[in-house]
């Protein structure tokens, strides 16, 4: 990834020289990834000097990857962070780097990158002019082909070995190969074509996996850029045990980064996991009961619980560290504690929530909208014959358990039992004597008779009541 990945298109500083490169037009450091590689943030940029200040005549440089070099600034030029110069080779030549840092805090790198002062003696011969920069963008347009063409050749010759980037030098007079190979490789006949092929100086450089995925780039497993292509710098040995001490399952395919070693990022917290870790016993994987021996089956770290299981058990059984301790040590006096039971210790139990404060907006319980608010019934009324009976709009409803209480349906002589009684009943009603109309007590009014009125009496009513 080059300059040209900028958003605003474009390299920095490929276009347009000056103390302002173009394409990002952020001096060179911008965010997207392309040209912030391995970047250094100088704080020291806004403070003012003091006025007999001699700033640092050593300036850091970036080239192509996550190479990194120091130069002195003999011409005293006044240098920003992203600008391109011309600077001393190893070899004879010039090459083109950008410079990433300069003043006081390249002191403080070449501390960090045990550099003493005296070592650092290549040069800046000049800020890169118009011609410099035509040269190197065409060197670089020249790295993708010239590295399928030799990665040709070394297949033709049957090499073990794996060409994954091509460096051409600034002059565009020479052209570095970086290959990965499992041991060792015999490439003198690789480098006598490539150099009658290319027609430039050519040099081979091994490098390891890590190297390789730092110099391409890519993105992790995490979602964001490699970090041993954007900040890392030392890569450190990475071994099974820090994924064993964090509790992780040992799967290859999964702690495996895309360089095919372990990830660089199992280092980063496993001090935290080894401070943990002094508070629970390690050495712990039984514990002896009168029901049978419980096997430890998981450990939480942070919350010091260990989780116990019997064989052939589903559940696990989880206990303190302070706890674990003291059946060991039952174990070791030769007494069997009589089962494993968790009891809750007081920290995780939940306490009551006392507000410092007027709880406004809890007031009111936040399910009180979930339970529906149910019609009141009405009254049922009882009529003569001391049945209740139900309103209008409220049918009375039977539950399950009424309807199973009401038991058996009756059958064919059973309802021919019940007409025949209703019969008889009707038939009483009809023997018994009627109450002469003069027995009415005081005060009460006659019932009045009905007039039904058909089709026939309508018609004579309307007759009666035409004039004669």
Known sequence: MGCGSCSSGGGCGSKTLGTVPAGCNNN???????????????????????????????????????????????????????????????????????????GELVRLQLKKNRVKMEDVVKKIYRKANEKDV??????????????????????????????????????????????????????????????????????????????????????GSCGRELCCSTWLTDFKTVSTSAARYQNLSLNTLKLAGQCGKLKCCLNYELDSYMDALKDIPTDIDRIDTEIGMAYLQKTDIFKKTMWFSYPKAENWIPLTVDKVREFVQMNKGGQKPAELVYVEPEETKAKPINYDYENVVGQDSLTRLDDRNKKKRRPKKKTSSGK?????????????????????????????????????????EQTRPKQASGDLPEGANKPKPKRRFNNRNRGERKNNDKPE
Request: with cysteine.
């Open 134 to 219: 035509e040269k190197y963008n065409a060197a670089k347009e020249l790295e993708w082909e010239t590295m399928h063409r030799a990665r040709k050749l070394a297949l033709d010759l049957g090499l073990s070995m794996k060409i994954s980037d091509v460096d051409y030098q600034g002059d565009k007079t020479k052209a570095t190969f970086y290959y990965t190979a499992e041991g060792r490789v015999d490439f003198r006949e690789l480098i006598k074509r490539m150099a009658e092929s290319f027609r430039i100086r050519i040099e081979m450089r091994q490098i390891g996996m890590r190297q390789e995925a730092s110099r391409l780039g890519g993105i």
């Open 28 to 102: 060179g450091t911008c965010m997207t990834s392309g040209c912030n590689k391995l970047d250094v943030y100088d704080w020291l940029t806004d403070m003012d000097l003091p006025s007999n200040y001699k700033p640092f005549d050593i300036v850091e440089v970036r080239f192509k990857g996550s190479k990194k070099e120091f130069f002195v600034n003999t011409e005293n030029l006044y240098l920003e962070m992203g600008e391109m110069v011309a600077v001393e080779p190893s070899t004879g030549g010039y090459d083109i780097g950008h410079v990433s840092l300069t």
């Open 388 to 428: 209740p009976t139900a309103e209008a709009g409220n049918r009375p409803t039977e539950n399950r358990e009424s309807r199973d209480n009401r038991g058996p349906k009756p059958t064919r002589q059973h309802n021919k039992e019940n007409r025949n009684n209703a019969d008889n009943s009707q038939k009483a």
